[in-house]
């Protein structure tokens, strides 16, 4: 059963442009979290998802940001017009219930 | 808001020596993980714990739960330099999981 997978790894982005970071959730979970870690700090919820739906977004910035999990295919979180800040490690995780998260190895945003 | 609270957050320890990590939340969630993260590498799930009293060990680690006072231990035992890591613990609050700032393990030979 693989696990949590997420692409890409690595992303380079020039300021003012788009970023698309995919999760693919393990096998049989239906529920995917998003979260951001910033250099030297611990991780910090953005969003919860199931399929198709948005069940909690509260960590998400208002503007520029945002997430789908589409009936077919991988959780996508989208960052528009990205800025320096947004630079970051962006972490997915899945569950097959409210019980116990596995994460993915994560997508490292570089803005430049 | 919720808190979660870990100390200390740099921690350097002779290879051998015993220590305890502090995780300090100020929910009444009885849900607590544990999380390793290596440099540039994701969460490694070490231990769930779901009650009060909830104590659970791998190998050289023991965490534990009081959920009365909140808090939660992750007590390291004749550390060895494998166990250098950053250590995270989390909360589960309604459908978000809250973490602390992590604490910064170096083991020393």
């Known amino acids: 059963n693989a696990g949590v997978m997420q692409n890409p790894r690595h992303l380079v982005r020039r300021r003012g442009q788009e970023a698309r970071l995919r999760c693919s959730p393990m096998k049989g979970h239906s529920h995917v979290y998003w979260y951001r870690q910033l250099p030297e700090e611990g991780l910090k919820f953005m969003v919860y998802?199931?399929?198709?739906?948005?069940?909690?977004e509260s960590g998400m910035p208002k503007e520029r940001f945002s997430a789908e999990f589409p009936k077919e295919g991988p959780s996508i979180l989208r960052i528009q017009q990205v800025v320096r800040g947004d630079s970051a490690a962006y972490f997915c995780?899945?569950?097959?219930?409210?019980?116990?998260?596995?994460f993915g190895p994560g997508t490292r945003l570089t803005v430049t | 808001e919720l808190k979660v609270e870990q100390n200390p957050l740099f921690l350097s320890m002779q290879e051998g020596k015993n220590y305890t990590i502090y995780c300090n939340y100020s929910t009444t969630s009885d849900r607590l993980y544990w999380y390793r993260q290596d440099p540039g590498k994701s969460l490694e799930s070490l231990f769930v714990l779901l009650s009060n009293g909830a104590v659970k060990q791998e190998g050289r680690l023991m965490a534990s739960l009081d959920t009365k006072a909140r808090l939660s231990t992750l007590h390291i035992t004749a550390a060895v330099h494998d166990l250098s890591a950053t250590y995270f613990c989390a909360v589960l609050d309604n459908n978000d999981m809250r973490f602390g700032a992590g604490t910064r393990l170096t083991v020393k030979p």
């Open positions: 995780a899945s569950s097959p219930i409210l019980y116990e998260q596995y």
């Open positions: 998802l199931q399929k198709e739906n948005i069940i909690d």
